[in-house]
């Protein structure tokens, strides 16, 4: 794992580092690496993969519209908002 | 000191902190979500009270459940001895039973170094509306309590179908008072896992399985080769939709923003940097890494189909074996460690927890051990854990 | 040198259903007040879990038997991740390694000739929240009104080769899925990502691609297409820059193309299957189904017209919207007369909406009431000016046409001895018509015919008269 693609997943993930937590996120990586090469020993040719541990279908609802909340109360929480609409910096100048 | 529990009235059940509590706190134990009060509760919670629990408050977990037994929590600095909040607060008497979520195996430790009772039941018996989303295609509310029949109790009160959870079973409710008796069942110890653990914990499963000879369950030890690549299939799959989950968190919607921002990025780096701890930061880190281009089929693909191959390896073992025997941790009891080392020494010891998550079966910890047993054989190890539990007396 | 232009759409189209594609919230693109169709799902707080609206996917499927497509029996739904503040999970669920739909084709025409466009694939997702930037307080406002509104995506094979051909294609699917009820694809429903490139007349190979990101209205699509193709001729031909592979974003205003140097073109999307929702399987039985409740393509709609003997020319009028063919159909049900029903449809419900302002397309009258209006001025129960009076009522109030006919004193009057006098009276008044007629003039009689009427109120029983009428002038002859 180079630092560069350390720098790569931190920006996909909007997040920073410290140098001492670089080095722990690193020596992570390098243990997974070991730890992957355990699964070469299971033979996987022709095997489905498992998404859903109990596999069900069509779990689907009806195309009914219902409305329990009410924009005050998500709103409530949020950091910054105005009355109607969450807020961020401006984004397009 | 360590804050075990954030009250809410004086009621008998502890709903750890990755449950919503509609008009409470729940922030998973993570800093990012200060601040978030829920607009509804979990289903498994309703389902509770519905049934005649009282919530008493909202125990402590490690950020996102993704620790050993709670340890790293944006409540608590840790003590010298780890335990599980809402297990030493039944293991103290000061609550009945917890509803607690099972992602990574903290509550089975939690109740193996209390000595209480904890079942993670089949995967989609019990709602998952309502709760902190990490790792979802192995995660499930569980039960905990000081015995096997509240346990018991407990999940039968929250397990059931619920439409609001596309990947809850169908069976309305489930009977777990109907299993065998234990007489002639067969048992086998896993040896890859036994193995690992310590002496101490050795002893405390050579001696269940005596316990367990002397209702007339046979007992051997069987080999389970799959072990390790399913420790680190789960561990794939769990840092990969824990990344997937917790990249919501971003400080725009709700819970924490940082102070310090000029625009959007700093908004989001500040907020996600300062509101995670070094666990989460590397879980997501290597989650977003086994999904990248040039990854997905030789990591998170192979993990996929690891599943099924263990699914299909233990599905054929319960076809010889009513139960499993295994540790839930390595050891009888943890000491505080230092979070750089956090990732690794998780890992370490979810190689005993890992397939139920896995794969989706139960597992039940009850005197220091871990049984596990096909889908829907939960009414098996309350059997198998009510009868033990009658030797002692 | 001859070049050609080579033109792969991605189409996304807002389906027409009354919740959300994974929550029972309301909500369209064009929703009004911020913030109104949200729950905590569409905000991105934790807890609520995706259950997928079934209507979704029988639109997508019939989207796809529309567009010739293959309909995969099974398919399931994915996540895609990458952070920007319209995205309130950081994530959106798509379809990426199962879509429903794959290998379609269209054919459009143009002045050039027929061209046929290939179909990639089809695909469900959700849509993305909105973003208004806000220049009072320097900040960026977020709606997540649209946030989970469901959306097919049309991926086209690069398989255009002008504007032209790109704007039929749209222009076609426009009606189809208008037609169908399928979307509305009003403004903002409808929106295009276009990929283009260039390369020499005749060559496999496909040059520099750029992409420019969703685009909504025809005229910015055919403007952006236009600008781009003299950019990469420029290029190509007389080296005015270095061509790369690119995101690019269309600036009406300038009416020019931008590069959009953001980290979100660049990310790695890190799609995986979504473990929160089960695979869909459509089975012959669903698929059938599907298509027995599918309506008619305008097609057959026309041929069916043709068939009960409707001129082209009202034939078109009647298949340019759904609703139109929806009454037509239920009238017919009711029994009413073709040719009635094309000319209250055609004639008097567009002359009373054109009064109003109105077009036809926005005609909304409950068939039960028109097929009355039909019925009694068939049956000479009131005449066709009353009848006209009655449909005007319940187009503006709704009203209830025999009540409104009898409050209004509409009823066609039929007393014989009463339209004798009246008869009697106008040919004693009208000398000059009376002789008119006697000489030959037929178009007399229409004036006679008129004056009794308007003497009866415009309520008389046009038989009636029209009988009487002729037995009075034929004592005189």
């Known amino acids: 794992m180079e630092k560069t693609k350390l720098d790569g997943l931190l920006s996909l993930n909007e997040l920073q580092l410290s140098e001492d937590e670089t080095a722990s996120v690193l020596g992570a990586f390098e243990f997974m690496e070991g730890q992957e090469k355990i699964m070469d020993g299971i033979n996987t040719e022709n095997v489905e993969v498992m998404v859903h541990v109990m596999p069900m279908e069509n779990v689907l609802r009806e195309d009914v519209r219902e409305q329990p909340f009410t924009r005050e109360a998500l709103l409530e929480g949020a950091p910054e908002h105005t009355e109607d609409s969450w807020q961020v910096p401006r984004l397009v100048k | 000191m360590k804050e075990y529990i954030t009250k809410i009235g004086s009621g008998d059940l502890a709903v750890d902190d990755t449950l919503l509590t509609k008009g409470v706190e729940t922030t998973a134990g993570s800093k990012i979500l200060s601040g978030f009060v829920p607009l509804f509760s979990a289903e498994a919670v309703e389902r509770a009270v519905k049934a005649g629990y009282t919530v008493s408050g909202k125990t402590n977990v490690g950020e996102f459940g993704l620790d050993l037994v709670g340890e790293f929590s944006n409540y608590n600095d840790g003590d010298e001895v780890l335990r599980g909040a809402a297990a030493e607060l039944i293991a103290k008497g000061e609550v009945k039973g917890a509803l607690e979520v099972d992602l990574n195996g903290a509550p089975r430790r939690a109740a193996t170094l209390s000595g209480t009772d904890f079942i993670k039941p089949t995967y989609g018996t019990v709602s998952r509306y309502g709760i902190i989303p990490c790792a979802c295609s192995g995660e499930q509310v569980g039960a905990a309590a000081a ?80 072990i390790a690549a399913a420790q680190s299939a789960w561990q794939i799959l769990m840092a990969a939709e824990t990344c997937n989950n917790v990249s919501r968190y971003d400080g725009v919607k709700f819970g924490y923003r940082t102070p310090n921002y000029k625009n959007i990025d700093e908004l989001y780096i500040g907020s996600r940097t300062e509101g995670m701890n070094l666990l989460t930061k590397t879980t997501v880190l290597y989650g977003s890494d086994v999904l990248s281009k040039g990854r997905y089929f030789t990591c998170y693909d192979k993990a996929l189909k690891v599943r099924r191959v263990v699914a299909e390896r233990f599905g054929e073992l319960f ?15 943890y000491k505080k460690y230092d979070i750089t080392r956090a990732f690794e020494t998780v890992y370490g010891e979810s190689v005993f927890t890992a397939v139920p998550n896995l794969i989706g079966i139960p597992a039940m910890v009850t005197k220091g051990v871990q049984l596990m047993a096909g889908h829907f054989e939960e009414k098996t190890l309350f059997k198998i854990a009510e009868s033990a539990e009658g030797t002692d007396k | 040198m001859k070049y050609e232009i080579v033109i792969g759409l991605e189409t ?21 007040e911020p913030n109104d169709c949200v729950c905590p799902a569409c905000c991105g707080m934790p807890g609520m879990l995706p259950v997928t609206n079934k209507r979704v996917v029988e639109l997508a ?82 709606d997540f009104n649209r946030t989970s509104v469901p959306l097919i995506e049309i991926v086209s094979r690069p398989d255009f080769r002008s504007a032209e051909e790109v704007l039929a294609y749209l222009e076609k699917l426009k009606a189809m899925f208008r037609f169908a009820n399928i979307s509305e694809c009003e403004e903002g429903a409808m929106r295009c990502d276009v990929n283009i490139s260039i390369r020499p ?48 974003r269309w600036d009406d205003i300038k009416g020019k193309t931008f590069s959009m140097r953001n980290k979100e073109t660049a990310a790695d999307y890190r799609y995986f299957p979504d473990p929160n929702i089960m695979p869909i399987v459509i089975d012959d039985e669903w698929l059938e189904k599907i298509k027995a409740d599918m309506p008619a393509s305008p097609e057959e709609k026309a041929a069916e017209y043709r068939a009960l003997g409707v001129s082209d020319k009202e034939i078109e009028l009647l298949i340019s919207k759904r609703n139109l063919c929806d009454l037509f159909d239920e009238l017919l049900m009711k029994g009413c007369n073709v040719q009635d029903i094309v000319s209250w449809i055609l004639t008097e419900c567009a002359g009373v909406l054109r009064k109003k ?34 449909l005007v009522a ?84």
């Open chain 3, 357 to 390: 302002g109105q077009v036809l397309d926005e005609l909304s009258i409950p068939a039960e009431k028109l097929a009355r209006i039909i019925a009694m001025t068939a049956s000479n129960e009131v005449t066709r000016g009353a009848g006209r009076k009655i």
């Open chain 3, 61 to 142: 499927v019939m989207a796809g038997l529309m567009l010739n497509c293959e309909i995969n029996r099974y398919t399931t739904f994915d996540k895609k991740s990458y952070y920007y503040p319209d995205l309130p999970c950081a994530y959106q669920v798509t379809q990426w390694f199962h879509p429903i739909c794959t290998n379609g084709l269209v054919e459009v025409q143009t002045k050039n000739g027929t061209a046929k466009i290939g179909i990639k694939q089809i695909h469900m997702e959700e849509d993305a929240g909105k973003l208004v930037h806000d220049d009072w307080s320097d900040t960026t406002l977020v």
């Open chain 3, 12 to 32: 996304h189209v807002e389906l027409n259903t009354r919740s959300k594609i994974f929550c029972a919230c309301g909500g369209h693109s064009s929703h009004g």
């Open chain 2, 147 to 226: 015995n096997a029949a509240e346990t018991k109790k407990l999940l039968a009160a929250v397990a059931g179908h619920d439409g609001k959870d596309g990947t809850s079973l169908p069976a309305e409710a489930y009977d777990y008072s109907c299993g065998k008796e234990p007489a002639g069942m067969k048992a086998g110890i896993i040896t890859q896992l036994f193995e690992l653990a310590s002496e101490e914990t050795k002893a405390v499963i050579k001696g269940y399985a005596e316990k367990l000879k002397a209702l007339g369950v046979s007992v051997e030890e069987v080999s389970v080769e799959e």
């Open chain 3, 201 to 248: 007349e005749g060559s496999t190979e496909l040059g520099v691609r750029t992409e420019i990101k969703n685009m909504s209205s025809l005229s910015s699509i055919e403007r952006a297409i236009k600008y781009e193709t003299a950019r990469h001729m420029d290029a190509i031909e007389r080296q005015t820059e270095v061509l790369v592979q690119e995101t690019r």
């Open chain 2, 319 to 333: 076809k010889t074996y009513d139960l499993l025997l295994a540790p839930a941790c390595g050891k009888t009891e």
């Open chain 3, 394 to 477: 319940v187009l503006d109030d709704d009203v209830d046409p025999d009540k409104f006919c009898e409050e209004n004193n509409l009823a066609a009057q039929g007393d014989e001895s009463l339209i004798n006098d009246v008869v009697k009276k106008v040919i004693e008044e009208n000398p000059g018509a009376v002789n008119d007629y006697l000489g030959g003039k037929t178009k007399a009689f229409q004036a006679l015919f008129g004056g009794c009427m308007k003497q009866l109120r415009g309520n008389g029983d046009p038989a009636i008269i029209r009988a009487q009428l002729e037995n009075e002038l034929a004592k005189l002859s």
